[in-house]
C-alpha cells in the first residue's frame, strides 16, 4: 500500500470531493428514492440504488455502464464521422435498463449515473490524464464492491467491442465461479434477448455467441507493471474470482458482460451512438432479467 503524505492541494482535492458528495446526496433525495450505497467510498453519483416503482420482485440487479469518466474506453465512429466513446454510449443503455427494470418491480442499482470513475481516484491511480494501469484495476473492482455492498443478485456489465474489421455481438461469462451454471443461463438469455431485439429493427448483428471470459483479454494494458499478473489471471476482472495478490474482491452474484456492438464498425457505432439504437439493447437486457428471474421463481 502507497502511503500518501497530504499537502494543501491534496487536502483542496478532498474538500471540493466531500462537498460534490454532500451535493450530489441532495440531488438524490429528489430522485423518486434514489440512494447513493456508500457516498464516502465511491465517487458523487457512483453506486447509487433505485428502488422497484411498480410493484417489488424482492430482488436486487447490478448494472454496469462500462469505463467513464477520464477513462473513455474504446473509441469509434459513426457512419457520418462522428467520434463515438465507449463510456458515453454504455452510460445511457444502463440508465435506459433500470428505469425499464424498476418498472417492473426490481431494485436496481448502477455503477454510475454520469460520466465519472466508480472508485474515489488517488494520485496512484491518475497518470498524464488518464488511467493507469492501477487506476483501471481499482476502477473495476470498485464495481464488484459496489455490486456486493448492494446486496445484488445478479450482475450485468454493459460494454462495447472495438477492432479493425470487427462486427457483432457476444456476451461472456465465467465458467471457474461457484455459480458457473448460473453465469452461463443469465449470459445465454442476455445474448439472446439482446440480438433478438436489435436484429427485430432489421439491423442483422451477427451473433458472436456465449463465450467463457478466459478468452476476452484482461483489463490491464499489455505494457503495464500488472500485466503479467492480468494475464495469470486470465478473467474478466468484473466476473472473475479472487486471485491472492492481485484481485481481492470478486463479486458474490451470478453476472454476465454483453459487448452488444463493435462502435469501430461504422454501421454499428451509429446505431450504439443513437438514442434509439441504446433503447432497444436496453429492453433486450430487461427482457433478459425478467426471464431469468421468471425461471428462477
Known sequence: MTVYRPHRRLRWLALLALLAAVAFAFILRGSGGAQAIDASEFSPGACVAYPATSGNRNET????????????????????????????????????????????????????????????????DVSGGGLTAAGVHNDVAARDICANEAGANILIGIYMDAGDGGAGSLTGYDADRPFAAANLRLAGLVQDDVLAAMNAQGWQIPDRGVQPDTGLGSVSDPGSVLAGKAEAYGHLLLL??????????????????????????????????????????????????????????
Not at 70 to 95: F, K, M, N
Not at 259 to 288: K, M, N, Y
Request: no cysteine.
Open 61 to 124: 440487479v447490478f448494472l454496469d455502464a462500462g469505463h467513464g469518466g477520464i477513462d473513455p474506453g474504446a473509441v469509434g465512429s459513426t457512419e457520418s464521422g462522428h467520434a463515438v466513446y465507449e463510456a458515453d454510449v454504455t452510460l445511457p443503455i444502463e440508465l435506459d435498463a433500470m428505469r425499464l427494470l424498476t418498472a417492473q418491480g426490481f431494485r436496481v442499482v448502477v455503477s454510475r449515473t454520469r460520466a465519472e470513475s466508480v472508485v474515489r481516484l488517488t494520485n496512484a
Open 240 to 297: 472473475g474470482p479472487a486471485d491472492p495478490g492481485f484481485f481481492s474482491t470478486p463479486s458474490r452474484m451470478p453476472g454476465a458482460l454483453i459487448e452488444p456492438l463493435f462502435i469501430t464498425d461504422p454501421f454499428e457505432g451509429s446505431i450504439a451512438d443513437s438514442a434509439h439504437g441504446q433503447e432497444v439493447i436496453a429492453s433486450g437486457i430487461a427482457r433478459a432479467v425478467e426471464q431469468y428471474f421468471t425461471a428462477h421463481g
